[in-house]
């Protein structure tokens, strides 16, 4: 799979959480979130729960709580959406604060805000605590499509690529003294868009030239086999089962 790539989100530290093995940390996300969704809307106190297990998770994987709401704020479109369903979802009125709102729109609004930021910082913490190329590798290792890891991984390598050739190209119009003031210089960036998809295309058809002359088949090979002990599957599903344990309760008080 090449060399380790880092990326953005990825925050490095010694912890428990960033030694599990790719593959236990992804099942464990995504059991969390599926338990998440399936949590009826009324079982207020069970998302307080979700949020300190989250907490406790970020805290043994030493995620600072600003860096971890920092990248929260990816989710500001679905806020944006789920505070308007109070004012356009039809259904029972209430009062609040002098203005008349939607009773069904606010629960609506309150499901949208409470599982999705769930969600979200689930992802975040993944992100925080695995590296690019491992999660790849636990990808393959659960088993996906290997065409979909294939192009997941040269979707993240080429974003660099392309980002790379951008900056040049902008340095090389800012050199000749361009800078874009308005409409009339949508012309040149339209044009410039355009010699970055030839580029990049000619660049893709360079690459997997090199590739088949290397052997290259339609697979990558597994360098890293990626396994997991029973102790660090029990360590990663403490997440999904506390969470599961905290949504039957739910499902039983609501």
């Known amino acids: 799979m090449g060399a380790g790539h880092a990326h953005k989100l990825y925050r490095h530290a010694h912890s428990p959480v960033h030694e599990l093995p790719p593959h236990t940390k992804l099942a464990a ?12 809307r009324e079982a207020v106190w069970a998302f307080a729960g979700y949020a300190l297990l989250l907490a406790v998770v970020a805290a043994k ?31 029972e009125q209430t009062e609040v604060l002098g203005v008349s709102l939607s009773v069904p729109g606010l629960w609506g609004a309150w499901n949208v805000l409470a599982k999705g930021t769930l969600g ?5 913490l993944l992100a925080s605590t695995t590296e690019l190329r491992a999660l790849l590798l636990g990808l393959q ?3 996906l499509p290997p065409m979909l890891v294939q192009i997941a991984s ?24 361009f800078e874009a003031r308005g409409v009339r210089h949508w012309g040149v960036l339209a044009k410039s868009a355009g010699a970055l998809f030839i580029r990049s295309y000619e660049r893709g058809e360079r690459v997997h030239l090199a590739m088949v002359s290397r052997g290259y088949t339609g ?11 029973r102790a660090q599957w029990r360590y990663a599903a403490a997440l999904p089962l506390t969470a599961l344990l ?8 609501s």
């Open 29 to 40: 996300v995504l059991g969390f979130v599926v338990v998440v969704v399936s949590t009826p």
């Open 61 to 91: 994987a030493r995620v600072p709580a600003g860096f971890l709401l920092k990248r929260l704020l990816i989710e500001v479109p679905f806020v944006a959406f789920a505070l308007l369903m109070p004012f356009v979802v039809p259904g």
């Open 120 to 124: 979200v910082a689930a992802s975040v």
């Open 141 to 143: 290792r659960l088993k």
């Open 154 to 177: 040269f979707m993240i390598r080429y974003g660099d690529v392309i980002t790379d050739e951008m900056r040049r190209m902008s340095v090389a119009r800012r050199s000749r003294g």
């Open 219 to 229: 697979t990558m090979p597994v360098i890293d086999e990626v396994t997991a002990t």
């Open 246 to 253: 905290i949504c039957l309760l739910g499902w039983t008080t």
